[in-house]
């Protein structure tokens, strides 16, 4: 599979509510960076994601845009009956796993409200 191919087998699964999918795509050593924090590993970030993939209601991507192994994702994350929380994703995708995922979005409309 090419980079395109996992980046949205990656975005399937968040659809899907399936984080347990992510793990052939998932580099064992993956680096995350994003307003939540930092996470190495994937078995750490597949347990983050569990939580915001159970709150996502939809998400629609807006435009991907490919420069060889690295993969930008703009999307519209709907969570809440709030609007859509813009987001764009940048994934690099080496011997075929996501290593690296940077991501960034304005996390306070999806926060509990106690966190925002």
Known sequence: ?????IVDAYF???RADAPDQLEPLLAEDISVK?????IEGAKEYR??????????RDLVIVK????GPDVL??????ANDEEPVPAVN???????RITRVRVAFDPRPILPSDAA
């Not at 994003?34 to 930092?38: E, I, S, V, Y």
């Open 1 to 5: 599979m090419n980079a395109l191919n």
């Open 12 to 14: 399937a699964a968040w």
């Open 34 to 38: 994003g307003p939540l924090g930092r």
């Open 47 to 56: 347990q983050a994601l569990s939580w915001l993939f159970g709150i996502t």
């Open 64 to 67: 991907q845009w490919v420069d």
């Open 73 to 78: 994702t703009w999307f519209d994350l709907h």
């Open 90 to 96: 940048w994934l690099r995708v080496e011997g075929g």
